[in-house]
């Protein structure tokens, strides 16, 4: 039994090197001949009061009389056609679907980017965040792409219907309002790094591991060298100072919150949340579209870029071998 698992062990780990090797080869492969400059790509905006009514008149055509249907499908153009686009405010409407690399803030920025060229006072953008955290360079900088509509003249909603945790709520607590679903979860404010270590393992089967570093401090805990306790006290520290960016972050966005309380690595669901003061309400992305449209004019806006096959399957590998090799934050 000991047997097989080493076995085990050993196939894992030269798994994890291939992966990698081939991953880094097709990477310099794509970037060597030049890769994807933006064929393609372009912004796409929907107008959701529209999908509104249409779902409306498949409705009323279905469920009442022909004469009823048709007197009552007058009378919503008549009205819309009173209220007036030019008349509404408008709501802009993202979706953020994110991993652990959120690898959509390139779309993101290029998003906020163009609704800010185009919003102004009075208009409001609505983020519907989906986002279970993840690294944090990359999430702090979807944060900051959030900060930027903060900073300027229009409103900032952030809706969670599912989870917005770790790195998804350092984003979410950016906005204006946060709004989330009866069974959403939101918080888990903490930090964790986890890695398998092989070095028994290697040392057992006569396999040496040399790591030759200029600095103190440039490598601590490895994957296949010896870790000393030195190593994981100086990596807890950078937890802790870690740690201690998220409370400030979100000291400076939402004051009110009992840090102490919160900031613990737990998550907490709908209402637990509001008596947290982590959300403002609770409510689902769907209710609050509805309700806004009897006054403004919902304009979905999506980024698309098209990737190639080879493209996409690196950035399933690269994320794969990420959520083995690293923990979440």
């Known amino acids: 039994m000991i047997a097989a698992l080493v076995e085990y062990g050993l196939f894992l780990a030269k798994s994890l090197t291939l992966v990698l090797l081939v991953g880094v080869l097709l990477t310099a492969l794509l970037r060597t001949r030049g890769g994807f400059h933006g064929d393609g790509e372009r912004i796409e905006v929907s107008d959701l009061n529209g999908k509104y009514r249409e779902m409306a008149r498949v409705l009323k055509q279905a469920s009442l009389p022909k004469k009823a249907a048709a007197k009552a499908l007058k009378e919503d153009r008549k009205q819309y056609a009173k209220a007036g686009k030019g008349d509404r405010r408008r709501?802009?409407?993202?979706?953020?679907h994110?991993?652990?690399k959120a690898t959509e803030v390139a779309s993101l920025r290029e998003l906020i980017t163009c609704v800010l060229?185009?919003?102004?006072?009075g208009d409001e953008l609505l983020v519907r965040l989906e986002n279970a955290g993840g690294t944090l360079s990359e999430h702090g900088l979807a944060a900051s792409q959030l900060a930027?509509?903060?900073r300027s003249k229009v409103r900032l909603t952030v809706a969670v219907d599912k989870?917005?945790?770790s790195g998804g709520y350092l984003m979410a607590c950016v906005a204006d309002r946060i709004i989330v679903a009866p069974f959403a979860a939101v918080g888990s404010i903490g930090v964790v790094v986890q890695l398998p270590n092989f070095h028994r393992l290697l040392e057992r089967r006569g396999v040496d591991f040399e790591l030759h570093t200029a600095g103190e401090y440039k490598r601590t805990l490895?994957?296949?060298g010896e870790n000393s306790d030195a190593d994981?006290?100086?990596v807890r520290e950078q937890l802790e100072d870690t740690h201690g960016l998220f409370k400030d972050f979100i000291r400076e966005y939402r004051p009110d919150v009992d840090l102490g309380q919160v900031a613990t690595g737990e998550y907490w669901h709908g209402t637990q949340a509001v008596q947290l003061g982590l959300v403002d309400a609770v409510e689902t992305s769907d209710d609050y579209l509805l309700n806004a449209s009897a006054d403004a004019a919902i304009y979905l806006v999506a980024?698309?870029?098209?990737k190639r096959p080879l493209e996409r399957l690196l950035s399933a590998m690269h994320s794969g071998v990420l959520r083995v090799l690293s923990g979440r934050w």
Not at 91 to 96: C, E, G, R, T
């Open 222 to 224: 490895t994957l296949f």
């Open 232 to 234: 994981r006290e100086k």
């Open 163 to 165: 989870v917005a945790a």
């Open 303 to 306: 980024y698309v870029a098209h």
């Open 98 to 100: 994110g991993d652990i």
């Open 148 to 150: 930027r509509v903060r």
């Open 91 to 96: 709501l802009f409407v993202i979706d953020f």
């Open 117 to 121: 060229m185009e919003a102004g006072e």
